[in-house]
């Protein structure tokens, strides 16, 4: 790396937040079921314990993503929550609504063609904004698993203007500096037509909804051969990127740690995003999330894989000469053009990277410090000791 690189991936480094997901250290897994670890989290302490020592460990990661109805159980105080992020060094971040689990939602939740459901999803998205006001958080991401698996089973437009009607409802119930994250999904678990089923639904539906609404791109959430990027750009120049919940995909949702896959497909949407910022003169304001669940993979370890790839590929795509790249395309340089990205791509950023922990007083190696803490370790240990206990069924979190 020259001088000029390193300070670009330094600059990128200092203001590249990621948040995690309260619900990747949890018992998760497939429709096939799940591999339960003694070192899953148990309640929303663990959790929270756990985001608080990955961020530690790598110092981009002050917010964590809680789930409404898995991490707020009823009765439950959104302030003591909020006191106990605090007490973990991190803050919540983005609140995600549940409206796909409850019985009452099997036709749909904010589509469903019976008001009185509708309402009851409404009210559900108002509690949930509630307690992101209570908790402190400006950003409300909603994804809905709302859609029909058969041909001819309801009107998709039907639903389209009861969708409509839900969002706008929901958006007016914003505070003014709140977002209204509205995610898109192909598939699953409807799997004939999803009601957001594309970033174009997202964006209709984000532009009706209200100004306070943006589109949510989840990186699994696209047909394979997609081009992410395409979107990314396509939605930033409409100002119409809310932000992104990564991880990586072979086949479907699969929800793999980030980069795993096809790491040069992140980077060329990093590129997106610091070619935006280049332009403008500054990065667009856009939320970096985790989503995904680790079935196999130590919780801990896995989102700190991904919270260190994500950091790498950023620093990569922030080393790109922005310049040279205009100039080569400019002059139709095919190659010089795509030799630029592949130049940053193949760019060893650790020296940076290295040098802006080192700066922070962080380690070097988040993982092989993880590893001596012995802090997962610890966790099996405490977390088996409590679930004896407290005869604790497997695969549901206790509170
Ligand atoms: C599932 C959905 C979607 C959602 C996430 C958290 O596919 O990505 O954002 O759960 O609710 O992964
Ligand atoms: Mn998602
Ligand atoms: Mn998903």
């Not at 990205?341 to 080192?358: G, Q, S």
Request: one cysteine or more; aromatic letters at 10%.
């Amino acid at each position: 790396m020259n001088n000029k690189q390193l300070n670009a991936a330094r600059i990128a480094l200092e203001d590249f937040a990621i948040e995690i997901p309260s619900w990747g250290f949890a018992d998760t897994g497939t429709r096939f079921g799940k591999f339960f670890q003694d070192a899953s989290a148990i309640d929303l302490n663990d959790k929270l314990a756990d985001a608080g020592h990955v961020n530690r460990l790598t110092g981009c990661c002050p917010t964590v993503a809680v789930h409404v109805l898995w991490d707020f159980l009823p009765g439950i105080d959104p302030k003591s929550v909020a006191r106990l992020a605090s007490k973990h060094g991190i803050k919540i971040g983005s609140i995600n609504p549940n409206l796909f689990q409850d019985q009452e939602y099997k036709w749909g939740s904010l589509t469903h063609r019976d008001p009185a459901i509708r309402q009851r999803a409404l009210a559900h998205c108002k509690d949930s904004i509630k307690i992101s006001q209570a908790v402190g958080s400006d950003l409300i991401s909603l994804w809905l698993a709302d859609g029909t698996n058969y041909p001819g089973q309801e009107s998709i437009r039907d639903r389209k203007h009861a969708l409509t009607e839900s969002l706008q409802a929901c958006h007016a119930m914003l505070g003014k500096d709140q977002t209204l994250l509205i995610e898109y999904k192909p598939f699953e678990p409807a799997f004939y037509a999803t009601d957001i089923a594309d970033w174009g639904m997202a964006y209709i539906h984000s532009k009706k909804a209200g100004k306070k609404a943006k589109v949510l791109v989840d990186t699994g959430h696209h047909y394979s051969g997609q081009n992410i990027e395409q979107i990314v750009a396509f939605l930033l120049d409409e100002e119409m990127l809310g932000g992104f919940h990564f991880n990586d995909r072979r086949y479907a949702d699969d929800d793999l740690t980030f980069g795993s896959i096809d790491p040069y497909q992140a980077f060329r949407i990093f590129h997106e995003i610091h070619s935006y910022g280049a332009d403008h003169g500054k990065m667009p304001n856009i939320a970096y999330m985790i989503d995904q669940s680790h079935n196999e993979k130590p919780k801990v370890e896995a989102t700190l894989q991904t919270v260190i790839m994500a950091q790498e590929l950023y620093a990569k795509a922030a080393i790109i000469d922005h310049k040279a790249l205009r100039k080569a395309q400019s002059n139709h340089d095919v190659v010089a053009a795509e030799l630029i990205l592949k130049e940053a791509f193949f760019t060893d950023v650790r020296p940076a990277i290295n040098a802006w922990r080192k700066k922070k007083g962080l380690p070097i190696d988040p993982i092989a410090e993880n590893r001596r803490s012995g802090y997962e370790t610890r966790a099996a240990g405490d977390r088996r000791r409590r679930r004896e206990e407290l005869n604790l069924s497997r695969g549901g979190s206790y509170a």
